[in-house]
């Protein structure tokens, strides 16, 4: 069995505006600062308007090894994230950093 590379997912990957994935979360337009298409700061602004909320959840994903099939914690996250908005949960997900293992030539 034979599995696409890091960089061919990433190619077929259809990426959303923040200003979309923003205003799924409830933050406006005028809250986000964009740094390009897909990537943007949040405003004091809106920071300090949900603080007097009830605080979310947050699940941290961690993991020793992958799968042979290269399964680890951002394929674990991106999926966790996926399924909790498929049940009608409000998820978002934030990934740290790039996996590791193709810079290092261990996938």
Known sequence: MSYKSDIEIAREAQKKPIQEIGAKIGISNDDLLPYGHDKAKVSQEFINSVQ???????????????????????TTTVGLGDGLNRIGKNAMICIREASLGPNFGMK
């Open 52 to 74: 007097g909320k009830e605080d979310g959840k947050l699940i941290l994903v961690t993991a020793i090894n992958p799968t042979p099939a290269g399964e680890g914690k951002t």
